[in-house]
C-alpha cells in the first residue's frame, strides 16, 4: 500500500492549489480517504475526510466552503481542491487511509501561502 501526494507549493492568500494522492497496492473505492495537515509547533489536523461509496464528506470547519474533496477512480486518486488560501493553510498536507486496522500516509507535500 502506497500513496503519493503532491501539488504542494507556494501560493499568495487568495489563491488556489490542488492537491493529488496517487494511491497503489489498493482500490481506493474501496476505503475511506482523508487528508490532514500539520503546522510547525502545531498538532495534526484532520482537514477532510471521504467514505468509500459517497456520502457527505467532512471538512474541519476552518475550511469549509473553501476546499474540496473529490476522488477519480479510474486513477485511483483523491484530489483536495483548495481555493481562497489563507497563510494560516500553511502545513505539510498528507493523504491517509485505513485499511484491516493499520493506517498508511503517504509522504506529504508542502502548502505554502504566504504574501
Known amino acids: 500500500v502506497q500513496l503519493q501526494a503532491s501539488g504542494g507549493g507556494l501560493v499568495q492568500p487568495g489563491g488556489s492549489l490542488r492537491l493529488s494522492c496517487v494511491a497503489s497496492?489498493?482500490?481506493?473505492?474501496?476505503?475511506?480517504i482523508g487528508w490532514f495537515r500539520q503546522a510547525p509547533g502545531k498538532e495534526r489536523e484532520g482537514v477532510s475526510c471521504e467514505r468509500s461509496g459517497g456520502g457527505s464528506p467532512y471538512y474541519v470547519d476552518s475550511v469549509k466552503g473553501r476546499f474540496t474533496i473529490s476522488r477519480d477512480n479510474a486513477k485511483n486518486t483523491v484530489y483536495l481542491k483548495m481555493n481562497n488560501l489563507k497563510i494560516e493553510d500553511t502545513a505539510m498536507y498528507y493523504c491517509?487511509?485505513?485499511?484491516?486496522?493499520?493506517?498508511?500516509r503517504g509522504q506529504g507535500t508542502l502548502v505554502t501561502v504566504s504574501s
Open positions: 497496492g489498493f482500490t481506493l473505492d474501496d476505503y475511506a
Open positions: 491517509a487511509t485505513e485499511i484491516n486496522d493499520s493506517t498508511y
